[in-house]
Structures are given as structure tokens and as C-alpha cells.
């Protein structure tokens, strides 16, 4: 039997607007709609960019994308429609994507295979400087503190609006300017660019 994904959709929404509507049946009851709205999230990867912002690993992300699925066909009954629905998607799949990453820091799966030390090292002398410096801002982004890492991550890689961000992290307007600007200045501290002043 075909996964519920690969079937082919009805009428795909052109907008979130036509997301939002859908979502909002779902809410309400609509197995149809829920099967729907999932195939959206799937076919359209909306899960992915919340994961991305915490998860560098492209398996990571994809795991915790799925898991957003999982989340979603399970709490839709919550969503209330007073954000939208892609903010809602925007926090579960930034959940599912941190939850990942605490499974990881705890040791991982016990199907983890180490990296080859020879591939990796073989890899790395391959490595262009503009790679390894994505690898430098990667590290650094990953020491900042989550709260300044999400929000730095959606202005900067996201280039979502402050206005948004602050919906996404139901965050005053002023307190997300305030994270995004301490995340930038310890990014420059980690990146060696300017020093530590404590």
C-alpha cells in the first residue's frame, strides 16, 4: 500500500492561506484534510527549515522532520488558528529537530556507525577554504545558546522579518533584536573576529 505522501494530491494549496484553511479542517476533525496538509509538509519539505536551524546533519534533520509529521498528525487537534499555521509547523518542527539533538548528545542510536578517521581526514584536507570556513561559522553556531542560535539562524539563514521571528518564538519584538544582536556578537567572539570582553 502506498504511503498517504506519495499519493497524488487533490488541489494543492497555492498559498498558506489555502494551508491555514486546511489545517484549520484538519483541526476540526477532517481525516481527509490531515492526510492532506501531512502530504503538504512532506511534498513541500515545511518541516525542514525549522530543523535546519538547530541540526546540521542532513539525516539529523530528515529525522526530525519526520518526526514533525508524527507531531503534526497528532496534535493538529491544538491548533486553534490564532498564528498561522506555518509559525505553529515553524515550533514542532524546531522541537522535534532540538529533541534530535538532546537523543544525539545522550550517545545517540545504537545503529550510529563512527566515521572511517581515514575518509574523514582524507575529506577534510579536500576541503576548499570557503568549506571550511562554513565548517568555522557551523561549529560557531552550534556553541551559541539555543535561543540566540534560532533566532540568529531564522534571520540570517531563514531571512525571516523580526516581526515574524517574534511570532514564530511568541517573543517580544524588542527581546528577539536583543537575541539576534547578542548571537551575532558571540558568533564574532567564536569566529575570532572581534575578543571576548567577558
Known amino acids: 500500500m502506498p504511503s ?68 503534526v498528525a497528532r496534535g493538529i487537534t491544538t491548533f486553534e488558528g490564532r498564528s498561522r499555521f506555518t509559525s505553529w509547523l515553524h515550533r514542532i518542527a524546531v522541537n522535534a529537530a532540538l529533541e534530535t539533538l538532546r537523543r544525539k548528545s545522550r550517545g545517540g542510536t545504537p545503529t550510529d556507525d563512527p566515521p572511517e578517521p581515514a575518509a574523514a581526514a582524507g575529506a577534510l584536507r579536500r576541503m576548499s577554504s570557503m568549506a571550511a570556513t562554513r565548517l568555522d561559522v557551523e561549529n560557531a553556531m552550534r556553541r551559541l545558546p539555543e535561543p540566540y542560535r534560532e533566532a540568529l539562524h531564522m534571520r540570517e539563514i531563514d531571512q525571516r522579518s523580526y516581526e515574524e521571528i517574534a511570532e514564530i518564538m511568541n517573543l517580544p519584538l524588542g527581546t528577539v533584536r536583543s537575541r539576534i544582536s547578542r548571537a551575532r556578537r558571540l558568533l564574532a567572539v567564536y569566529l575570532n573576529i572581534i575578543p571576548d570582553s567577558g
Open 4 to 71: 498517504p505522501f506519495e499519493q497524488s494530491p487533490g488541489r494543492l494549496p497555492e498559498s498558506h492561506d489555502d494551508l491555514q484553511e486546511i489545517a484549520l479542517r484538519a483541526a476540526a476533525g477532517s481525516r481527509r484534510d490531515l492526510q492532506e496538509l501531512l502530504r503538504e509538509i512532506h511534498t513541500r519539505r515545511l518541516a525542514h527549515g525549522g530543523a535546519r536551524r538547530v541540526l546540521a546533519d542532513a539525516a539529523d534533520v530528515e529525522d526530525a522532520a519526520q518526526e514533525t509529521l508524527i507531531a
